[in-house]
């Protein structure tokens, strides 16, 4: 069973559109994450969702826009693309307490701007 | 969050024991030490973390000096699925927190 799962799995896009990333787990956890892995391999953590409120804003662009409809769902929608948004972005999530040390991650999602 | 040093990269005999080690003279009391690695193109795992004991879990055991400004990740019997790129992460343990990544060790395991 897939704990964290991530669609599209590929996004190839023109700059200046419009595209949303999905994630989802299935795990009952209750905080969830985007980070972003950029051509140099560098992980950041753009944003971090507890019982669906934002709870961290890394100083993303407000063309990002996270929207949690449940504990479970975590999704990205980024708006008026740029290259500099091609990356790969992984969701995540963990517990708020016990095993709250664990992050699980999803398989990730390949963005890339033309 | 502290910062933490580690080597760019690291090689190993596939079999024998892989050690990764990880500066973080800057630690504060009440941070922990964390280890992921994150395997080609898939996302970081967790591996295993501490405060100050030496810890061991089915994946590997993780050694921090008594000073706590450096630790070590092994792994007994490294294998070829082992390679992967390694980061030690230093951050309190309070309840859900971001992970703040650094360059990490890119662990080659040779057959």
């Known amino acids: 069973d897939t704990a964290v799962s991530q669609t599209p799995k590929y996004l190839v896009t023109q700059m200046g559109n419009d595209k949303s990333i999905k994630c989802e787990q299935n795990l009952g956890h209750d905080t969830m994450y985007w980070y972003k892995q950029d051509s140099k391999k560098f992980l950041k953590i753009m944003f971090s969702y507890n019982n669906k409120e934002l709870i961290i804003n890394e100083t993303v662009p407000n063309r990002f826009s996270p929207k949690s409809p449940d504990k479970a769902h975590l999704n990205l929608h980024i708006n008026s693309l740029e290259l500099g948004d091609s990356a790969v972005y992984f969701c995540?999530?963990?517990?708020?307490?016990?095993?709250?040390?664990?992050?699980?991650f999803g398989p990730g999602t390949r963005l890339t701007v033309l | 969050d502290a910062k933490t040093t580690q080597p760019t990269s690291m090689d190993c005999a596939e079999g024998r024991a892989a050690n990764l080690p990880c500066n973080h003279s800057t630690i504060s009391g009440n941070e922990y030490v964390y280890w992921y690695r994150q395997i080609h193109s898939q996302g970081p795992q967790y591996i295993i973390h501490g405060l100050k004991n030496n810890e061991t879990n089915e994946m590997a055991s993780l050694i921090i000096t008594e000073d706590r400004k450096s630790s070590t990740l092994i792994l007994p019997h490294a294998t070829l699925r082992d390679t992967a790129v390694y980061y030690c992460?230093?951050?309190?343990?309070?309840?859900?927190?971001?992970?703040?990544f650094g360059q990490g060790t890119r662990l080659t395991i040779n057959p």
């Open positions: 992460i230093v951050r309190v343990d309070q309840g859900a927190q971001k992970l703040v």
């Open positions: 995540a999530s963990s517990l708020t307490s016990g095993r709250a040390y664990e992050q699980f």
